[in-house]
């Protein structure tokens, strides 16, 4: 066996390096562990309800069932079992993580499918990281959630990883409370951080998940009905499928009866319900909704918001949201007085962190012109990461530049539809359709740009190739 070891949790930045967020000099705390290759099994007691995945034995049980799509030849298979056959075969390769509990016996940080597996295949040790039992609870749930969102051996409870991210915010915010600003961590441009968005990007980064995306995630949480959220808790129903249960509209939610004959539907195609993609959700709520058999949402209401209208079926086309997100823009725009002539580089940026550019963003989502955000982080991912970025960035500044030009041409709305839907003739004699070199003077500036180029820049440039193609 060997002595014991330092172990650091995370490498970011020295000032919050740990969960703990270190003791007041600075310095990062680091909690010792020993490495044990044959630690006896029967002193481990597994207890489901210290897993975050699962919480309850039901949910372990469904979990340990459950099964996913084999890559080799498209079969689905169960993946606690191929771990048991594995196991069967050469043993555990990867060290569990545990700690001593007081009342006797050891407690599972992480590896508790390895564990489960192994006293299944009747093995009689296993390698093991003993951690120090002073290891803090936070510290705990945070290596549990490390290690399941590096491994992505299959999908984790989304719903306790929220619950658990969110309580690792407080935590590692209440740490932070108080210091001073020289004492901060800094952002990318060198400024001190507040105690809230310190907080949220460590943890964030920490367990290789986005800020925002866990924002998200805690939106749809709660607010999706109780049915679908149980359906989540017992690991049936993924992030993505429990999205679909949400109006669009926090004051606006779906009826009970409604979700009930969704969920109904559901079970004639997976009785189990462990096969429900977002698209069979999609389906069997259009299906009702055009039936008219049960009422979709509480008190006959219908959503307000962009994204509930959309939901709601309001507006349809990819053509008809881009209108709707040119519209937001042009609402920004005259409520903030911003022009290219009046405002600064600095206020175009700023637009990047307004709720209209993600709420234009994510419109794009559904539109499927801007590709889905990448929920789970791994060394594959980077590709994928930037295509959204730059997809996103294309679609919510496309639809900027639009509402920046259509104010910049200064016309009444008559007038405007009637321009844009004219020609303009050339010196020449020749003809060009207003409407598609508008298009084009846009698509030119965001071709010769990137997702990093300032905003004030690229609308400029949109402006000027606007008055060289049209002379407007």
Known sequence: M???????????DPAISSILFASQNGNPVRTARTHNPDFPIADIIVDPRENYRWGSQEAMEADLKSQTKNPADGSMVCTY??????????????????????????????????????????????????????????????????????SLKREVNWVQEVQMYFKLVAYARKSLTGRKAADMPRDDDGQPMSPKVAAC???????????????????????????????????IFSYAVCSEFTSGDAG????????????????????????????????????????????????????????????????????????LCVAMWASVLAKSKMSLRSSKPEDWECLRKTKTWHTVVGIGIGAADVSEPVVEVSDETSRAELYHDETAWKYALSALIQAVL????RMPAEKLREWVNNYTYTKDGGKRSNRVEFHSAINAALDASNFRTALHDVIGKAREELRIRLGV
């Not at 700690?99 to 407690?107: H, L």
């Not at 259509?406 to 041409?409: D, K, P, R």
Request: hydrophobic letters at 40%; one cysteine or more; aromatic letters at 6%.
């Open 81 to 150: 079992q191929v771990l048991v056959e594995s196991i069967r075969a050469g043993g555990v390769d990867t060290p569990v993580g545990l700690v001593a509990r007081p009342t006797g016996g050891y407690r599972i940080v992480y590896g508790f499918t390895r564990v489960m597996a192994a006293k299944e295949v009747g093995l009689g040790v296993i390698p093991a990281y003993v951690y120090d039992a002073s290891l803090p609870e936070e510290e705990a749930q945070l290596l549990q959630l490390r290690e399941n969102s590096a």
């Open 252 to 323: 606006v939610p779906y009826t009970t009866v409604f979700v009930e004959a969704v969920l109904e539907a559901l079970r004639h195609k997976s009785p189990d319900l462990m096969s429900v993609t977002p698209q069979m959700v999609r389906d069997a709520m259009r299906k009702l909704k055009d039936s008219g058999s049960k009422p979709m949402y509480e008190d006959g209401k219908r959503p307000t918001t962009t994204c509930g209208q959309w939901s709601a079926g309001n507006r349809q086309s990819a053509g008809a949201l881009r209108d």
């Open 201 to 235: 990007t460590a943890v964030g980064r920490m367990l290789g998940v986005a800020p925002a995306t866990m924002k998200n995630r805690n939106y749809t949480l709660q607010h999706i009905h109780p049915l679908v959220r149980d359906l989540a808790e017992k690991h």
């Open 2 to 12: 060997k002595g014991p070891e330092q172990y650091m949790p995370s490498t970011v």
């Open 406 to 409: 259509l104010a910049e041409l």
